[in-house]
């Protein structure tokens, strides 16, 4: 992860009962999050980044399409985030660049 982690949200991102880690990081030109799936011993496996917009500060995690599968929202500069909706059993499609307010 380039930059520093701004934050770190835990989740089980894969439905497999082990707690997963979302990162979101934020370095001097790019910004972006990371998930790192729990191998259940305390250990994760290597990350699977994706990038974001600039200035990204914060995650939501939740069920935004109603699917039963958690998705990911990564808050960034003023008013604006990126989703990232999981298809299949772990796989994050970016949803787009997204206005708030």
């Known amino acids: 992860m380039p930059g520093g982690a701004a934050t770190v949200s835990t ?9 997963d880690l979302a ?6 030109s790019t910004s972006g999050v990371a998930i ?6 305390g250990t994760f496996a290597s990350e ?5 917009g600039t200035y990204s500060s914060d995650a939501t995690i939740a069920d935004f399409n109603g ?3 958690l998705d990911l929202a990564v808050v960034r500069e003023p008013r604006k985030f ?5 298809k299949g059993r ?12």
């Open 11 to 19: 989740a089980d991102f894969n439905g497999d009962g082990k707690p």
């Open 23 to 28: 990162v979101v990081w934020s370095g001097t």
């Open 36 to 41: 790192l799936l729990g191998k259940g011993d």
């Open 48 to 52: 699977v980044s994706y990038p974001t």
């Open 67 to 69: 699917d039963g599968n």
């Open 82 to 86: 990126d989703d990232f909706v999981r």
């Open 90 to 101: 772990w796989h994050l499609h970016y949803g787009g660049d997204n206005r708030c307010g």
